[in-house]
């Protein structure tokens, strides 16, 4: 099974930079996706880590430590439309093998202006 | 085309009516997935085909049905659901089932209401 935990909701301010951490126990590991969702509308993929450190994308940022079971998603110069729910997906093996993501609950972030 | 359709957007239906949810992806993608999400849940797995065929099926009840006709279209066939089944389908898909660098492509869902 796997046990995901990220805050449920975090807020910050237009122009500023938030961090979203997660972390995740599972039983085998092969990588983490970050996905945001805004409300009513589908996930749409951020990023994908595998190894450990950082992938830089733009405005957004996600670094991963396999050892510590630790993600973060990080996210600079917040725009108001970035206020979405950002879920956390480490990919894990079902019991017949094949490695599928488990999506976290989510965090909502809440930019104000 | 890079995104995944999902018919219809809306869905209201009685507990002893028969619909089917319809997905299409023209991304050559081999692995499609239906999810289930509650209000303010994360995404839960239903379903995946991989290569047309069903590879996982998360323990969903019998009242959901899931069919791949072509490697390009994904249904999922409803009869006798419940109140509870209420919620957001989403449809998705991916290059392999094993998944890679560019994560999941999901449709915008289907928001279903069983009354």
């Known amino acids: 099974g796997q046990n995901i935990d990220q805050p449920t909701e975090m807020t910050a301010t237009e122009g500023a930079i938030v961090q979203i951490n997660c972390t995740y126990q599972t039983s085998g590991f092969n990588g983490l996706f970050w996905y945001q969702q805004h409300a009513g509308e589908a996930p749409t993929f951020l990023s994908y880590n595998v190894l450990d450190g950082l992938e830089e994308k733009g405005r957004f940022s996600s670094f991963l430590s396999r050892s510590k079971g630790y993600s973060y998603l990080l996210l600079k110069e917040l725009q108001m439309k970035d206020s979405a729910s950002y879920l956390c997906a480490p990919v894990s093996p079902t019991p017949g093998g094949s490695y599928i993501p488990t999506f976290g609950r989510g965090t909502s972030l809440i930019v104000h202006p | 085309d890079t995104e995944v359709t999902q018919t219809p957007k809306h869905l209201v239906m009685g507990m002893t009516n028969k619909k089917s949810l319809k997905c299409e992806q023209h991304?050559?993608?081999?692995?499609m997935y239906w999810y289930k999400q509650k209000a303010k849940k994360p995404p839960e797995l239903m379903f995946v085909y991989s290569y047309e065929k069903l590879s996982i099926n998360e323990s969903v009840p019998s009242r959901f049905s899931p069919e791949c006709p072509n490697s390009s279209l994904l249904n999922l066939h409803l009869h006798a659901l419940q109140p509870e089944d209420s919620a957001l389908y989403l449809c998705?898909?991916?290059?392999?089932?094993?998944?890679?660098?560019?994560?999941?492509?999901f449709g915008s869902g289907t928001r279903l209401t069983v009354v």
């Open positions: 991304m050559g993608h081999r692995a």
């Open positions: 998705a898909s991916s290059q392999e089932q094993e998944g890679d660098g560019n994560g999941y492509t």
